[in-house]
């Protein structure tokens, strides 16, 4: 049964960094495409990025572009996320998900067709 376990969260000052990390139990990452997302308080869970199975290609929120990269240890089954420059509103839960298969090997799924989830990591960016 695939289970995601994410690590990594903490407190940091604005301008920071953090390193999230998404380790991947029972199928290799050709099999999984694998997103992060985040849910601040009061709002819905959003995507933040994701990485396709093939490992080739990537996608971003618009709020995260240019700060935020996505990667993959294939040896390790793990996906991290490296968040540079944070700001406040960076501050959330942030779970990563996955998609079993599916149609596309290189490019990631919808941002919907992502379940299977972690338990969350918290990410408070404050001074």
């Known amino acids: 049964q695939l289970q995601l376990v994410e690590s990594g969260g903490g407190y940091v000052q604005p301008g920071g960094s953090l390193r999230l990390s998404c380790a991947v139990s029972e199928f290799t990452l050709y099999y999984v ?42 040896a390790k089954n793990t996906v991290y996320l490296q968040m540079n420059s944070l700001k406040p509103e960076d501050t959330a839960v942030y779970y990563c998900g996955a998609v079993l298969g599916g149609a596309s090997y290189y490019y990631c799924p919808g941002w919907t067709e992502f379940g299977s989830w972690g338990q969350g990591t918290q990410v408070t960016v404050s001074s």
């Open 33 to 74: 495409a694998i997103g992060w997302f985040r849910q601040a308080p009061g709002k819905e869970r959003e995507g933040v990025s994701c990485i396709s199975r093939s490992g080739s290609n990537s996608d971003y929120a618009d709020s995260v572009k240019g700060r935020f990269t996505i990667s993959r240890d294939v």
